[in-house]
């Protein structure tokens, strides 16, 4: 099975900073990674898709990047109501998810 | 909008059977596989189970292999998980989603806020 690895767990950041999400999968997915973003008691929102493609109707200041095996989730300005738990998920053999990311403001 | 919405979590004592529901509103229903994942306390996401556009073909992870079943009823726009002989490890939060293939290559791109079940005496 394909294990997925996020890092940090806990990220605290003030508005307007440059946040960094990481995503390590245990074996090459190529380039098949998915971020989300939940907030408490919602549905999780798909953010990126295909490490690199931006969902209709989410904001630019979020981007993803990588391949292979080493993934990021950049938010280039943090905002206030980015405060959420970010995971991952590959797709390239059946599914498997990262532990999340709580990103809070400072 | 699309819109997923499950039902039917509660408490259930072990070795009852519980069914969840998750109607779908806002696409075409059948033109989409659907999945079941569930969240345990403290613990990763995990995928549960994949059903085909039609109902034809059905995926399981292993630990719930022979005591879970997905179904579907395109005419209802529903997804269904039935749970039996169920164990105090499938506590958890389950969410329905949305499997998309194409150009997205099997990203669940759309999911329900979730139903929470709890196994226990």
């Known amino acids: 099975d394909i294990q997925m690895t996020q890092s940090p767990s806990f990220l605290s950041a003030s508005v307007g900073d440059r946040v960094t999400l990481s995503c390590k999968a245990s074996?090459?997915?190529?380039?098949?990674l998915a971020w989300y973003q939940q907030k408490l008691g919602e549905a999780p929102k798909l953010l990126i898709y295909?490490?690199?493609s931006l969902q209709t109707g989410i904001p630019s200041r979020f981007s993803g990047s990588g391949s292979g095996t080493d993934f990021t989730l950049t938010i280039s300005s943090l905002q206030p109501e980015d405060v959420a738990t970010y995971f991952c998920?590959?797709?390239?053999?059946?599914?498997?998810f990262g532990g999340g990311t709580k990103l809070e403001l400072k | 909008e699309v819109q997923l919405v499950e039902s039917g979590g509660g408490l259930v004592q072990p070795g009852r059977s519980m069914k969840l529901s998750c109607a779908a509103s806002?696409?075409?229903?059948?033109?989409?596989?659907m999945a079941w994942v569930c969240q345990a306390p403290k613990k990763d996401l995990e995928w549960v189970a994949t059903?085909?556009?039609?109902?034809?073909?059905?995926y399981y992870r292993d630990s719930v292999k022979g005591r879970f079943t997905i179904s579907r009823d395109n005419a209802k726009s529903t997804l269904y998980l039935q749970m039996d002989s169920l164990r105090s490890e499938d506590t958890a939060t389950y969410y329905c989603a949305r499997v998309n293939y194409g150009a997205y290559r099997g990203v669940m791109d759309a999911w329900g806020q979730g139903a929470s079940v709890t196994v226990s005496s």
């Open positions: 998920l590959q797709h390239n053999s059946w599914w498997t």
């Open positions: 074996q090459n997915i190529n380039k098949y």
């Open positions: 059903i085909s556009y039609d109902g034809s073909s059905t």
């Open positions: 295909n490490a690199n």
């Open positions: 806002g696409f075409t229903f059948n033109n989409y596989d």
